[in-house]
């Protein structure tokens, strides 16, 4: 069995080197991913893990024809699980891979393996998984939705607060310098929204990076006067993009995705039954306003089940965080590590 795996790694410049895989990761690939007679899944972030973001618009298939394809595919076929977990859209994410895949699957006339994924959107807050037909099971889709259900009470405080927010951060832009109107001719707000019943959603469009926590601000003030600062300890307020506000139920991370996915697998939590979890964003850090933030794939590290592979475009971004495997960057390296799975694991009997 090989030990090492060859990665590309970004470091100033784009070089190839071999990283020695990790006991953990040797032992599962030694087992065929068999833990105490349960097959462990690989897991996975999606944009800039699994596949390059799109850099224009035009929802481009990301998997059709792509590198990743073929050890995803074959690895499939080997009838390992595939769990993701991404902070994206679930119509973006049909677009980009569970549509293509499928695709991909009915021509090899293989759609029943569409069984063997599982794929959480918005950061865990909707599931997607599949029957022998590779269609999507909607009414489990609904399912795991209404866990997060805000209740029409909180969800009515939350959009009027948001409301207010957007209405003082409007004037504040209409009241701001030149340089920023002039940067940002096209600033508009639009009225918050209830999104999936779990998510109420504000777009500032463009929100501009250094104009984030004043937002974040004007939002926390407006509950304490409404006396419902309660809220806080429920619901998370986040940027979902870079022009939205997005409050959800505090429990939504990838965490809870991760555990769902170890439910519905028979994996039990602990040490004893782990496999690997790739992410790009295991960065910790503090903005230019002295707000702490968290890549979203930080969460992964609560599950002991989880070998973290950090696939970070900035292979720094990891130092001081032992448990973290640096794994090369992007989502060649995770190719490179895929590719190597598949070539370590039998075809399935
Ligand atoms: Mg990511």
Not at 24 to 49: C, E
Request: glycine fraction near 6%; aromatic fraction near 8%; proline fraction near 5%.
């Amino acid at each position: 069995m090989q030990t090492s795996v060859l990665v590309p790694v970004v470091v100033q410049k784009r070089v190839k080197k071999r990283v020695r895989v990790p006991q953990a990761i040797l032992s599962l690939v030694k087992s065929n991913f068999f833990v105490s007679g349960v097959r462990m899944p690989f897991s996975s972030d999606f944009d800039d893990t699994l596949v390059s973001s799109p850099t224009d618009k035009s929802k481009r298939l990301a998997l059709n024809g792509t590198e990743v394809e073929s050890p995803l595919v074959s690895l499939l076929e080997k009838r390992l699980p595939f769990v993701i977990v991404s902070g994206s859209r679930k119509s973006d994410i049909q677009a980009r891979f569970t549509d293509p895949l499928r695709e991909v699957l009915a021509n090899r006339g293989s759609l029943a393996l569409m069984q063997q994924v599982v794929v959480y959107t918005n950061v865990g807050a909707i599931r997607c998984t599949f029957d022998a037909e590779g269609r999507l099971d909607e009414a489990g889709c609904e399912a795991y939705k209404s866990q997060f259900k805000i209740p029409e009470e909180e969800g009515g405080v939350l959009s009027e607060v948001l409301k207010e927010a957007g209405h003082e951060y409007w004037q504040r832009f209409q009241a701001a310098q030149t340089s920023f109107r002039e940067e940002y001719p096209s600033f508009s707000f639009s009225e918050p929204v209830v999104a999936n019943q779990g998510e109420v959603k504000l777009t500032l469009s463009p929100l501009p990076q250094r104009e984030r926590s004043l937002a974040l601000r004007f939002i926390e003030a407006r509950l304490k006067d409404a006396r419902r600062h309660d809220l806080l300890f429920t619901f998370r307020i986040e940027f979902g993009g870079r022009s939205t506000i997005d409050v959800l139920d505090r429990r939504i991370n990838k965490a809870f995705a991760l555990r769902d996915a170890m439910a519905r697998l028979g994996i039990f939590e602990g040490e004893e039954m782990q496999f690997p979890y790739f992410g790009d964003s295991f960065e910790i850090g503090v903005d230019q306003s002295g707000r702490t933030f968290a890549g979203n794939d930080i969460a992964t590290l609560d599950v002991p089940n989880v070998i973290p592979i950090a696939v970070n475009l900035n292979q720094g971004n990891i130092a001081g965080r032992p448990k973290v495997i640096a794994g090369g960057s992007g989502p060649e390296a995770t190719i490179a590590w895929l590719r190597y799975f598949d070539q370590n694991l039998p075809n399935a009997a």
